[in-house]
């Protein structure tokens, strides 16, 4: 008996945070889910020029007159017309051209992102607009029957006005605990209709969709195909990406709450610390221990994120990133498939994966797509006959098209060509990056000047804090401020000096203060201690109405504090001797090459490394033969790795190495870090083995120890 071998299918996700889109694309054989291929593009612009404006009256069928598990059993082969489903009439293309009219380039930038892949041959699922979704959470007292909960529903969550214009879709959930979640999307889904208008330019096949879920479902679907819920502790998803961040609480399987995670900051680390402040805050007001279980998901899941999380938990908390045990990953991508990429596109990669696997009680049924399109889709085949009237329709209708069609195609052909141009430019969105965390920073100093503007108005206040710092840096020679930041509950302080010692001075110039950080630089022979330190407003009662300015503040610190100060500081530094600086040094220290040097390495240390390797190119120019050129030279080969740069890089810590100076173990280690990027495992591990084997006792053959080991798991 001849054995019947199922047709592979497959299945596209895309997925849109902001301007970025990703697309995931996988397969099923043999009951197996394989990934084909995950890439992502950055938009200039987003897709129309006003998508509240372009709005269908869509609404979506009751639950039980939609039965979304038939869309699984659809045939693709039954789908294949020879034209769109979608081409208008003759009498409706003037409209069809008033509204391509009003797309942004962002929509042809869409368009030639997806003309590589054959989105005909395979369903499509996409993600909703997560800013235009509202949630409903629900008992099993709210309704006892379909149809009076969904009644219930719509009165519940939708105002007269919004179901008489019907420009919503509602669906719903019911958990395995009898509680339920519904949830409303208002407005065009903006994806999905640029999809259908790119559908009329690419191909003549009708695209099949298979369903539209939110990003916070898809997100839980995977957990919950992926992993063993625990029945007791609390589970976070923490999705970090570019616009769309997002806690998501879950215990055993079921979706507890979510909570937005608003971050101004683009610094990595200062996101970080944002975030987990987030987090702690949440975990404060819910009273649920959500810091037990963590799953970092989204675009910021390196090991250095992991490092940071795990740092803030107990030995107890598990904190690790998204894998999907159950994904299958071709042997020849599996070198660029790896855990942190799958983590990235986690998204997407479930929008797939639920087409594929629709029947799968682990997935939540949930479908956003409009009933229109969902019955339009299932009808071609239900009633054979009425695809047979159709496809004579279309051939009428689809001769006076097809000078139309012709023309888009000859222009699809003309962008394809200069598709390869326009790459290149796309692959500079990392110069987008940076103008926009410019644009951020200066956004935030305008914050500053009008936040200084209302400070000012209480003239004795600043006038006081400043005046005291000022008097305490004159009793502390070589020390000096960086910035002084401040919000309704106080203001932070951070600083310079060469002695450790008057940091506990600084933290005692006003109400409680709290040293937060401490961070040690060696230049030279000299030791630069860089401090940060919280404080609380001084009382305005204490100062006096007029301009006269109290000179000896009466501020003390409680003997707990000093002590938490004093072992910061023992903490910071292991050796328990005092700095000294002899008079010769601090000499060379006030030259104007040095403080040139520190300034350079302030802007380095800033995350700006273009402008740090300007400066640095003007240093090693001016003062080619200065003791600090060596330093400088280093600090140059790493900003040109932190700028991806590996081959400039590698000159600068091979000329470093060679010379055998102080940083030759730290150029051994970029060197390592350097062949890794490139993709040269037996050169990285070259690299650090020299690196243990020169300099066993030196504090960065740890390190080199740590990533052999990592490079041979």
């Known amino acids: 008996m001849q054995r019947i071998v199922k047709k592979e299918k497959v299945a596209f996700g895309i997925f849109q945070d902001g301007l970025s889109i990703k ?85 042809k930038e869409l368009q030639n992102f997806l003309q590589v892949y054959p989105l005909e041959k395979g369903k499509i699922a996409v993600n909703a607009n997560d800013e235009q979704i509202t949630y409903f959470q629900f008992d099993a007292s709210f309704a006892k029957s379909k149809a009076k909960l969904w009644k219930k529903l719509k009165e519940t969550m939708l105002s007269p006005d919004e179901l008489k214009k019907k420009d919503f879709i509602l669906d719903y959930i019911i958990n395995p605990n009898k509680s339920g979640l519904a949830f409303v999307h208002r407005g065009k889904l903006s994806l999905f209709h640029a999809l259908r208008d790119i559908n009329l330019v690419l191909s003549k096949e009708r695209y099949f969709y298979s369903h539209v879920d939110t990003n916070e479902f898809a997100l839980i679907n995977l957990v919950r195909n992926n992993y063993e819920c625990s029945q007791e502790d609390y589970v976070l998803l923490l999705y970090i990406g570019i616009d769309y961040k997002v806690g998501i609480v879950m215990r055993e399987g079921v979706h507890i709450k979510t909570f937005p995670i608003i971050v101004p900051e683009t610094d990595a680390a200062a996101m970080r610390q944002a975030i987990y402040s987030k987090i702690i805050l949440e975990q404060d007001i819910s009273d649920m221990q959500i810091t037990k279980n963590v799953i970092l998901i989204g675009d910021h899941v390196t090991d250095e994120d992991l490092e940071y999380f795990r740092n803030k938990t107990t030995d107890e908390d598990q904190v690790h990133r998204l894998v999907l045990p159950q994904l299958k990953i071709p042997e020849e991508l599996a070198s660029d498939l790896t855990d942190e990429k799958i983590a990235r596109y986690a998204i997407p990669i479930s929008l797939a994966w639920k087409t594929l696997d629709f029947h799968n009680k682990k997935f939540y049924p ?116 960086g910035n002084i930041s401040n919000d309704k509950n106080g203001f932070s302080v951070t600083g310079y000096t060469t002695n450790r010692r008057s940091i506990i001075e600084f933290s005692q110039l006003f109400p409680q203060g709290n040293i937060t950080s401490i961070i040690r630089y060696d230049i030279e022979e000299l030791v630069v201690w860089q ?123 091979q000329k470093i190495f060679q010379e055998r100076g102080k940083k030759a173990p730290d150029a051994l280690l970029m060197l390592g870090n350097s062949w890794e990027k490139m993709g040269d495992k037996n050169m990285a591990r070259a690299s650090w083995n020299n690196l243990i084997a020169d300099y066993p006792t030196d504090e960065l053959s740890v390190s080199a120890k740590y990533k052999l080991n990592k490079l041979e798991k």
């Open 23 to 107: 697309i995931a694309q996988l397969r099923l054989h043999n009951g197996n889910i394989i990934v084909d291929n995950l890439n992502e593009t950055l938009l200039s612009t987003p897709f129309f020029k006003n998508q509240e404006e372009e709005t269908e009256e869509i609404s979506k069928l009751p639950p039980e007159e939609v039965d979304f598990t038939e869309l699984d059993e659809v045939d693709e082969s039954s789908l294949e017309l020879d034209v769109p489903s979608d081409i208008v009439p003759r009498d409706n293309l003037s409209g069809l051209v008033a509204k391509k009219d009003e797309s942004l380039p962002g929509l």
């Open 366 to 481: 949930s479908n956003l797509l409009p009933a229109k399109v969902i019955e339009n889709q299932k009808y071609f085949k239900i009633v054979w006959h009425g695809f047979v009237i159709m496809a004579l329709i279309f051939y009428f209708t689809f001769s006076g098209t097809m000078r139309n069609l012709q023309l888009k195609k000859a222009l699809v052909e003309y962008e394809q060509k200069n598709y390869a141009v326009e790459s290149d430019l796309r692959r500079n969105r990392g110069l987008i990056t940076k103008l926009n965390e410019i644009k951020t920073k200066l956004s935030a100093l305008e914050t500053n000047f009008q936040k200084v503007e209302v400070i000012t108005g209480n003239h004795n206040l600043w006038y006081y804090i400043l005046e005291h710092y000022s008097q305490s840096l004159e009793r502390n020679p070589r020390s000096w401020l």
């Open 531 to 653: 401090f940060m330190i919280s404080y609380n407003y001084p009382d305005t009662q204490e100062i006096k109405a007029s301009e006269e300015l109290i000179l000896q503040p009466s501020v003390t610190m409680s003997k707990e504090s000093e002590e938490d100060a004093a072992r910061i500081l023992n903490e910071t530094e292991p050796d328990t001797t005092k700095t000294t600086v002899t008079e010769e040094t601090s000499e060379v220290f006030d030259t104007e090459a040095n403080r040139e040097y520190r300034h350079t390495l302030d802007v380095y240390f800033a995350g700006d490394y273009q402008s740090a390797i300007k400066l640095l190119n003007s240093f090693l120019g001016k003062y080619g033969n200065h003791p600090l050129a060596y330093n400088a030279t280093y600090y140059k080969g790493e900003c040109l790795y932190l700028l991806k740069r590996y081959n400039e890089a590698m000159e600068i810590f």
